[in-house]
C-alpha cells in the first residue's frame, strides 16, 4: 500500500534557503559600513583638537569584497602625529580616541548584522 504526502510550501522554503548566502553578504557589508562610519564619528569626537588637522585626516574604508572596513589616518603627513596622539610619547600623555571609538562600536555588531540579515530576507 503506497501513500504519497503533499508538501505544501516547500517551494517557498527552498527559494528562502538560496537567499541566505546572498543576504550574509549584503548584511555583512551593510554592518561594516555602519560599523566604520559610526566607529570614525566617534573617532573624530573623541581626538583632541588644536588645529584640526588630525581630525579632519581620520577617514574609513570599506572594502566589500573582501569584508574589510578599516578606520583611520592614512594621510602620510598626519599618520606620525595621529599615533603620538593615540598612544603618547616620552614627553606627552596618551589621549587615545581611536581605540576607545572601535571598543565603543562593537557592542552593536552583532545587533546590526543581525538586523540587516532579516531586513536582506525579507522579514522586515
Known sequence: MASRARLEGLGRALRAVQRVPEAMRE???D????WADETRTD???RVPVRTGRLENALDHDVVEHW?????????EDALEYALYVEKGTSSM????YLVPAFEAAR???PRTY????RRH???G
Open 107 to 109: 557592542p552593536s555588531v
Open 114 to 117: 543581525r538586523a540587516a540579515f
Open 31 to 34: 554592518t561594516l559600513h555602519e
Open 121 to 123: 530576507m525579507g522579514a
Open 67 to 75: 569584508g574589510r572596513a578599516e578606520v583611520g589616518v592614512w594621510q
Open 93 to 96: 600623555a596618551d589621549q587615545p
Open 43 to 45: 573617532a573624530e569626537a
Open 27 to 29: 548584511a555583512r557589508n
